[in-house]
Nanobody, 120 residues
Framework: HVQLVESGGGSVQSGGSLRLSCAAS????????MAWFRQAPGKEREGVAA???????TYTYSVKDRFTISKDNDKNTLYLQMNSLEPEDTAMYYC???????????????WGQGTQVTVS
């Protein structure tokens, strides 16, 4: 049974930083493919960043040079470091996982419950 639990969301001012975490159980972050998605009210869920087995990242254009995706295989946890946050980054952020390399496609099989990020 795969379980993904996000944490680290909150409210920050424009220009601030947050680090999101996604703790996985029943799934090995070292062996799979994972990503962060976000969904703002009234908008479609969009892929933000993805990471493959080897740790190679993929980013959507709007977060390049501001966000960094990483993983700690020993802690079995995925991270998203978000710097220079802007009001447009306000959304519910979701962690996703699968056993195939989906990058930023939305067809991941496993999802967390989400953590809210609000930038004012």
């Amino acid at each position: 049974h795969v379980q993904l639990v996000e944490s680290g969301g909150g409210s920050v001012q424009s220009g601030g930083s947050l680090r999101l975490s996604c703790a996985a159980s029943g799934y090995s972050v070292s062996q799979g493919y994972m990503a962060w998605f976000r969904q703002a009210p009234g908008k479609e869920r969009e892929g933000v960043a993805a990471i493959d087995r080897a740790g190679n990242p993929t980013y959507t254009y709007s977060v390049k040079d501001r966000f960094t995706i990483s993983k700690d295989n020993d802690k079995n946890t995925l991270y998203l470091q978000m710097n220079s946050l802007e009001p447009e980054d306000t959304a519910m952020y979701y962690c996703a996982a699968d056993f195939v390399n989906l990058q930023l496609a939305r067809s991941y099989n496993y999802w967390g419950q989400g953590t809210q990020v609000t930038v004012s």
